[in-house]
């Protein structure tokens, strides 16, 4: 293994450790030793890729907009319901998502660290998507691109915050299918409507066609 | 002063003062010292009515649902967007629920105390006011009950911790009547829609109603 494949697999390793141990603790709680242990790496390698505890919740943070990628579709409005469907399945399984969502909704994340970020990036995200979706004539005339994506963004922190406090995410797929029934009407074309999935197993659809990397 | 109101002022007094310091600190980093400090009663009178810090963040968590009394309307939906409203407004103002909802979204929350216990005393409170607005034949005949009340609850839950983090909930209002926009076409009858109100400036104009205690 070459020496810098070495180093991208050793600082995923502390990352994925860190957002283990962040999802489990908070960033308070949370020291350099618990995701030493948990990482398995030495200290020295730990921090040449994160000299503090600020650095290693920023990077946990960053890596959170990647876990949205979702296959192209033809239908952009589609493209942007698979990726909440998408991250909502992932958030069952990944633990750095896991760590990079609760340092996004705590408000324990320091002056230091940026935990606006991940709202502004989904945001971003969403937005491009919602302005090809637009050009090709699948939103009502009346829809303010900011403002639902901004609501869908919000609203997606909140939905997976409270499924998570009472059934530990179970029913996180139901919980956005029922967003989306109650958001599309308003911002579709009626004529996109019966052909849009936002079925609650959406997400493991998708994800099935994905092939394993 | 009669005793039993004295006592039940240093109780709010204390519940006050413990609501602002789990608002700042979050509960990990929060210490009886601290409440102590701000409310400025003795530790007697503290461990007297809490004796723990557990039991602190449990009566301040107790107190969020009642921020969303307003007064009563003939049209249950417009008492349901009101209460949204008033707690968004409130919000700006107080520190007893700041710190309440701030428990309530903190993962950091620990076993001890039931900080799912807001997210579904809200839902039931709503309910209730759902039911009756079926009843009025307010509600398109689509409408499940528990998945718009819990998509409501969820969903303002995440608006408000995004308005915190990017403008500290400066834009808390617009983005409930941008909710709102979103939401009502697909649960009020038609004949409702012109009628309702839910402006950004509803809660101030709700609260400037209702006399100062």
């Known amino acids: 293994m070459a020496r810098q494949e070495r180093a991208i697999r050793t600082r995923r390793a502390i990352l994925e450790a860190a957002g283990a141990v962040f999802d489990e603790h908070g960033y308070t709680s949370t020291t350099i030793a618990m995701v030493l242990e948990r990482a ?103 829809v303010n691109h900011r403002d639902t994506v901004e609501l869908l963004v919000g609203g997606f922190a909140g939905i997976q915050l409270m499924s998570r406090a009472l059934t530990n995410r179970a029913d996180l797929a139901y919980r956005i299918s029922v967003l989306w029934s109650h958001i599309l009407p308003s911002i579709a074309v009626p004529g996109l409507l019966l052909g849009l999935d936002s079925k609650a197993d959406r997400g493991l659809r998708v994800l099935s066609a994905v092939p394993v990397p």
């Open 40 to 142: 398995e790496v030495t200290k020295g390698a730990l921090y040449f890729h994160f000299p503090s505890k600020e650095s290693l919740a920023q990077a946990v943070l960053d890596e959170q907009v990647p876990f949205g990628a979702v296959p192209e579709q033809a239908c952009k409005l589609q493209e942007i319901i698979d990726m909440t469907f998408v991250v909502a399945q992932r958030l069952l399984t990944d633990p750095l998502l896991r760590g990079s969502v609760r340092l996004t909704v705590d408000q324990a994340t320091p002056p230091g660290v940026d935990h606006t970020g991940p709202f502004v990036k989904w945001a971003e995200r969403l937005t491009v998507l919602m302005d090809q979706a637009d050009r090709q004539g699948e939103l009502l005339p009346t």
